[in-house]
């Protein structure tokens, strides 16, 4: 699908008909019911003239430029100009063309050319995004000191066979840390098989790790291949171990012992090369003094424990997490949606996020849904998050949290870093940003002890 933006009808008619006969046209007069088509419809390539009515040709190749697959676009330019042209490209532009001269099948050629380049391109990204996912450590984000030295355990343990105990709240990215251990571990190239113990009944869990051989129970007819089978040479991640029972416990021990193990229906050992991962959002030792969890079980499992903080611990991660998510949304969405207003961001520090990272992660997706501009304001995030907020005072959000906890404090100084960082350093914009005045920025720069940024 190819989109033409001209403001002269002669012009737009005249290269649909040169160009109707390859791809499917498409026609627009101004940059507003471009940017409509754009977000509407999947289109490989946009060619737009340069002086439109509202808005030039090359803000809307910018905008254009933002939507998740953005097409091939191509700047016709007033024939003598060059200059022009050439800042274009550097701008985002994949191709110019001078309109006096305008020679189709040279147009033509450009297209092909301009589409080659841009498969190319995204071969590429598409091979990055490959070798990313395989480190699995650049999905999860965190700078606080808590998930720094998590990190560090992560790719301490992910090389060895160690088994390794994941605890923590539900939503704090358990999962996400059994998939990080074993995609940086030498077994990556093996399956990594997930079991949610909580989701099946006791009779069911054991075949499903065990397997079973045909008749062994009624409802048996097939032989089945077990977890710690199909995982073979790979990693088992046994999720919310605290809820299996004391017999599949037994089992579970001598497997973690021997790494051997028998179908049910059969008495044939068997044995299985995998790692085993566990994760529990209960609290196991008491489960153990309680009697409900086998200690030696719990023993053979808390190895090397890994104790992921809740997301209230480490407030200073939201100002990192939070954009990250953003952007995912805004691209998965095709939504032109950048960042978040000051008194929002505020308002994520200062919830208390009972659901962790995957509240966070849906409040921002909801946001980013309803969100009609290019920031989340407020008024985007549910109404618990926004009611943490105090009626308004003659105090900004940014001197209420001035006197919060030092999370808080923590996170405000993050804050100013980034409006720094984007301002390339201009203090009356980054004031700007973060909707105080030049003064009250300067005052905390130095409190902050960030002068010299
Ligand atoms: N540090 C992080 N960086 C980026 N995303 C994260 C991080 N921690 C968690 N998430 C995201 O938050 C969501 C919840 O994480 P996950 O499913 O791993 O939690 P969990 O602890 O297993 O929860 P539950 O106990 O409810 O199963 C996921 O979408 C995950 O990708
Ligand atoms: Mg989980």
Redesign the pocket.
């Known amino acids: 699908m190819l989109l033409i933006v001209d403001d002269e009808k002669s012009t737009r008619e005249g290269l649909r008909t040169a160009l109707e006969d390859k791809y499917d046209i498409y026609l627009a007069e101004d940059a507003a019911s471009a940017m409509d088509l754009l977000e509407r419809e999947r289109f490989e390539v946009m060619l737009t003239d340069f002086r439109l009515p509202n808005e030039d040709g090359m803000k809307l190749i910018r905008r254009a430029k933002s939507l998740s697959r953005p097409p091939v676009c191509i700047l016709m330019t007033a024939y003598g100009s060059e200059e022009l042209a050439v800042e274009a490209m550097r701008d985002g532009a994949d191709d110019y063309i001078a309109k006096g001269r305008l020679q189709i099948p040279e147009l033509e050629m450009r297209i092909a050319r301009a589409l080659r380049q841009q498969e190319l391109e995204s071969e590429n990204t598409s091979l990055r995004k490959a070798v990313d996912s395989k480190f699995g450590l650049s999905?999860?984000?965190?700078e606080s000191r808590v998930?720094k030295e998590l990190l560090e355990t992560v790719e301490q343990v992910a090389s060895s066979k160690t088994t390794v105990l994941?605890l923590?709240?539900?939503?704090?990215?358990?999962?996400?840390?059994?998939?990080a251990i074993h995609q940086l571990s030498p077994r990556s190239r093996n399956p990594l098989v997930v079991v949610h113990c909580a989701a099946l009944p006791p009779a069911l869990l054991e075949s499903e790790l065990f397997g079973h051989e045909k008749g062994a129970f009624t409802g048996a007819h097939e032989r089945r291949v077990g977890r710690f089978e199909q995982a073979q040479g790979g990693t088992v991640f046994l999720?919310?171990i605290g809820e299996i029972d004391q017999n599949i416990q037994v089992k579970l021990l001598r497997f973690l012992g021997e790494r051997t193990f028998e179908r049910v229906g059969s008495n044939k050992t068997q044995t299985a090369d995998v790692r085993i991962l566990a994760?529990t959002?209960r609290d196991l030792a008491a489960e153990v003094r309680a009697g409900r969890f086998r200690e030696d079980l719990f023993y053979r499992l808390n190895v090397v424990p890994i104790k992921?903080p809740p997301l209230r611990e480490r407030k200073e991660?939201i100002p990192l997490?939070a954009p990250?998510?953003l952007k995912e949304f805004a691209r998965e969405n095709d939504k032109p949606v950048v960042d978040f207003t000051v008194d929002a961001m505020e308002a994520l520090l200062k919830y208390s996020w009972p659901g962790?990272?995957?509240e966070?992660?849906a409040a921002i997706e909801r946001a980013v849904l309803l969100c009609r501009g290019d920031r989340v304001s407020l008024r985007e995030l549910p109404e618990s998050i926004r009611n943490m907020e105090p009626p308004a005072t003659s105090a900004s959000p940014a001197e209420v949290v001035g006197q919060g906890s030092l999370a808080l404090k923590d996170a405000e100084k993050q804050l100013i870093i980034r409006a720094l960082k984007e301002s390339d350093g201009n203090r009356t914009l980054a004031a700007e940003k973060l909707g105080m005045s030049r003064r009250t920025l300067h005052r905390k720069l130095h409190t902050y002890q960030l002068e010299h940024l």
């Open positions: 999905r999860l984000v965190g998930m994941i923590g709240e539900s939503g704090t990215g358990k999962e996400l840390i059994a998939k999720d919310e994760a959002n992921l991660d997490m990250v998510f962790n990272v995957r966070l992660r």
